[in-house]
Nanobody
Framework: QVQLVESGGGLAQPGGSLTLSCAASGFTFSSYAMTWARQAPGKGLEWVSCIYSDGTDTIYADSVKGRFTISRDNARDTVYLQMNSLKPEDTALYSC??????????????WGQGTQVTVSS
């Protein structure tokens, strides 16, 4: 069974930093692209970042470009999201998503439960 377990969320001040982790199991992690997505109250689901299966290519939403960095450790079946220069509008539930291909796409077939990130104003 596919499992995606996020951790590392919490409270941060504007301008602060947090690192999110997603531990994956139940599939060949190194064969698939992975995505971070987020959803804030009153807003729709937003795609945040994606990384190819081998980690050689990454994609970011304009809203986080230059502030967030996605990475993965295929030896540990873990994907990370380093978040710097946090803003109140970054407050959301952040979910780890498995893609169906080695490359990034607009579709995810498995989702984690999410970890809450709150940035105070």
């Amino acid at each position: 069974q596919v499992q995606l377990v996020e951790s590392g969320g919490g409270l941060a001040q504007p301008g602060g930093s947090l690192t999110l982790s997603c531990a994956a199991s139940g599939f060949t992690f190194s064969s698939y692209a992975m995505t971070w997505a987020r959803q804030a109250p009153g807003k729709g689901l937003e795609w945040v970042s994606c990384i190819y299966s081998d980690g050689t290519d990454t994609i970011y939403a304009d809203s986080v470009k230059g502030r967030f960095t996605i990475s993965r450790d295929n030896a540990r079946d873990t994907v990370y999201l380093q978040m710097n220069s946090l803003k109140p509008e970054d407050t959301a539930l952040y979910s780890c998503v498995k893609g169906p291909y080695y490359y990034c796409s607009d579709y995810g077939d498995y989702w984690g439960q999410g970890t809450q990130v709150t940035v105070s104003s």
